[in-house]
């Protein structure tokens, strides 16, 4: 160890963890380059690296064909009562869990070295941000952590003596017998895999998987389903949401907040390009946002990470063209193809595929083969500083002021291009009946719709009803201050299976339409399900889409909102007596305004 570390509780902790998980060794990391260098040397010498030949100090990593997503149906919330875990959580009682789980941790290191990571989520030392200490055997988790978090030597200097962090205990679940080769990405079973939170006593423990969402312990679990539990008993936000600013030719700045599911776009839209001239857009997050109400009474929000974990494929200069500049050098890639001059590969890259490449499988690939070269879900894992637009202020400690929130999903039909709610509460029933069609960034069924609260079905800490009443009670707070809510859906499709709006830099024109809707200067119509524009009321210069496609974006079909309002209907009943009063008066409102 290069540094002192007299937290007493941390000492504590890590002997009792070393006792039990049996490493070889236990490793300090203090967060810097050297560090991390050394560490992928390993790897590379190991053979689970591979060092790309065509872009400076970026590595290619495989991961067990099991290995490859987040497992929701493997992800458990301990509350003492099932009820307050909710319906939409699995649920183990707590003591339980932790009799299974110390079972499968006992002598689960051997073989191995175990690492210490001190990160912390948030600017260190900003007054939003919270400090974690992770314990892992994983060297890929350690230096993905060092680009997701800030991690290492001055976090400990901020955690101090006596100073709490969060507890997140993680082992790839396989051990190494005497003289025992390690393979390059080892993982546990399904059935052994358990991504564990315990969010009343602000501890998560993770074993079996090295995968991004159940192994870098500071992003799902901490930043959203321990925080989302810490947020709702002490009055801020934490929430599945990019943050972007968006400056108009004037130079007026907008910061905009997004809840979209795994997979169906956050990235991009939070480095956007628009194509409406003088408009610019400047990232400050692409998946969680941390927010709190000011001294100015405006909810003002961070991004508690400091890279990003994005998907590959599908990203190109066409569809995102700041995430291909940002991830040139110092990024990992994960589950991506790897052509033959050293360079890696994903479907929907510029340009045509490569003639043979050797696919996430390691096995050869050729544009003949019938299964893609890069995993759906494959990554890239990058420093959110590298990213050409990442804006000025985005670690700034106190956050932005949110003016805007949007939520959406994939729907291929029903839900319009946008939609903006009558007011807070309106909003908050779109958001808790948000809905999208299942994408491989979960293990299961693709295609299929399944509503997806807030973004946060996945995430959420706590009882769904109970968050609903946080979101409905964060409104009564802010007042005239709250952000307006708009809905979108950038994935509507013509009944023969063609996108009807171009998505991307051309999102802008809708982005400009909420602005405007802020400063009640744009139109709208008023429609059952609540304000869109007309055709005229958004900026479409240059856009040259055929009328059809803008008809089918903007209307509200009736009876398909009417079995939407029934489908709503038998989602809200899961949630029983905690369910929110006030949301059961907007489904009777949107039934009345539908006739
Ligand atoms: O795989 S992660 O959970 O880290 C990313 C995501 O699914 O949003
Ligand atoms: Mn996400």
Not at 36 to 55: F, N
């Amino acid at each position: 160890m290069t540094y002192t570390v007299n937290n007493k509780k941390l000492n504590n902790w890590v002997g009792e963890v070393a006792r039990l998980c049996q490493p070889d060794s236990i490793y300090w990391c203090d967060g810097s380059k050297k560090e991390y260098d050394e560490l992928m040397a390993g790897m590379v010498a190991s053979g689970a690296a591979t060092p790309l030949k065509q872009r400076p100090d970026c590595y290619l990593f495989r991961s067990d064909p099991s290995d490859v997503a987040r497992t929701e149906e493997r992800t458990y919330i301990a509350t003492p009562t099932r009820d307050e875990a909710g319906p939409t959580n699995n649920w183990i009682d707590p003591n339980e869990l932790k009799t299974t789980m110390t079972a499968l941790y006992k002598g689960c290191m051997k073989g191995r070295r175990m690492y210490v990571i001190p990160f912390s989520m948030g600017p260190i030392r900003s007054p939003i941000a919270k400090i974690g200490v992770q314990l892992t055997d994983s060297p890929y988790v350690v230096c993905s952590m060092r680009i997701m978090t800030r991690m290492g030597e001055a976090v400990i200097g901020a955690l101090g003596v006596d100073g709490d962090f969060i507890p997140c205990l993680h082992s790839v679940g396989a051990p190494l017998a005497e003289g025992q080769k390690d393979v390059p990405w080892p993982c546990a079973p399904m059935e052994k895999k358990y991504v564990s939170h315990f969010p009343q006593e602000n501890l998560i423990w993770s074993f079996g998987s090295g995968y991004g969402g159940n192994a870098l312990l500071g992003k799902k679990c901490l930043a959203l389903r321990i925080a989302s539990a810490m947020a709702s008993r002490e009055g801020w936000m934490a929430e599945h949401m990019l943050i972007l600013r968006l400056k108009n030719p004037a130079g007026k700045q907008y910061h905009i907040a997004a809840a979209f599911p795994s997979a169906c776009g956050k990235t991009n839209l939070a480095m956007m390009v628009p194509t409406i001239p003088g408009w610019k857009c400047e990232t400050i997050g692409e998946d969680i946002a941390w927010m709190k109400i000011a001294p100015d009474g405006r909810l003002h929000a961070i991004n508690p990470e400091s890279g990003f974990f994005g998907v590959a494929p599908g990203t190109s200069y066409a569809s995102n063209p700041m995430a291909m500049e940002s991830v040139k050098k110092n990024t990992i890639f994960t589950n991506c193809a790897l052509t033959d001059d050293g360079d890696v590969w994903w479907e929907g890259m510029d340009g045509a595929p490569p003639a043979h490449a050797i696919d996430w499988k390691d096995g050869h690939w050729t544009p003949a083969n019938k299964t893609p070269a890069a995993h759906p879900n494959a990554r890239f894992t990058v420093p959110a500083s590298q990213c050409p637009v990442i804006c000025s202020d985005w670690e700034k400690p106190e956050g932005v002021p949110i003016d805007i929130f949007i939520f959406g999903g994939r729907r291929s039909n029903v839900v319009p291009l946008v939609t903006e709610a009558f007011d807070w509460d309106h909003g908050v029933f779109w958001g808790a009946t948000a809905a999208s069609e299942t994408t491989a960034a979960i293990v299961g069924e693709i295609g299929v719709l399944r509503r997806d609260p807030f973004a946060m079905t996945p995430f959420c800490g706590y009882n769904m009803a109970d968050y609903f009443r946080h979101w409905l009670e964060m409104g009564d707070r802010l007042g005239n201050k709250a952000p307006r809510i708009f809905y979108v859906d950038w994935f509507r499709k013509s009944p023969d299976g063609r996108w009807l709006w171009p998505g991307f830099g051309e999102n802008s024109r809708v982005l400009k339409w909420m602005c405007e809707r802020v400063e009640g200067r744009a139109g709208a119509k008023t429609t059952p399900i609540g304000y869109l524009p007309t055709e005229s009321d958004l900026d479409l210069t240059g856009l040259n889409i055929p009328e059809e496609n803008l008809k089918q974006l903007l209307e509200v079909d009736i009876d398909e909102w009417r079995a939407e309002a029934r489908s709503i209907e038998e989602f809200f009943a899961q949630f029983g007596a905690r369910f929110p009063e006030r949301l059961t008066r907007q489904l009777r409102n949107l039934e009345k305004r539908l006739g």
